[in-house]
């Protein structure tokens, strides 16, 4: 089954970033595979592109690491773009309360006869 460039994307950034992980916490592959109870081998299968981490392996690693699963699954430059949301300044509107909408569209879909009295 051949994998979309999306998904090839996704795996890429999520082996990238996992050992961009390992390298700023100083750990070494031997002893994540042992406090994680994985394969070392494992490791060097999603290094050399022949498997990919599971979300579960994902979830575990950014568990591991402390930090989420985003910081993980994207890139730097998709980082960079959801920065927006963490801005101070982001204020989304959110309801306060539940509104009931009364909707006229059928009303005025039948056609209706207007009297126009001139004097």
């Known amino acids: 089954m051949k994998q979309t460039s999306k ?3 996704f795996e890429s950034a999520v082996v990238s970033n996992f050992f961009d992980y390992l390298i ?3 750990i070494t592959q031997k002893n994540y595979a042992q ?3 994985i394969d070392e ?3 060097s299968k999603w290094k050399n592109g022949s498997s990919s981490p599971t979300l579960d ?3 575990q690693a950014a568990k ?3 930090i989420t699963v985003n910081d993980l699954v994207y890139t730097v430059q998709e980082k960079k773009k959801l920065e927006v949301f963490k801005d101070k300044s982001y204020d989304p509107i959110v309801a306060q309360q539940s509104v009931k909408i009364k909707q006229y569209g059928n009303f ?3 056609p209706f006869k ?3 009295c001139f004097f």
């Open 7 to 9: 998904m090839m994307k």
């Open 24 to 26: 700023r916490k100083r």
């Open 35 to 37: 406090d994680n109870n």
């Open 41 to 43: 081998s494992t490791l």
């Open 57 to 59: 392996q994902v979830k």
């Open 64 to 66: 591991y690491f402390d």
């Open 108 to 110: 005025f879909k039948k």
């Open 114 to 116: 207007v009297f126009l």
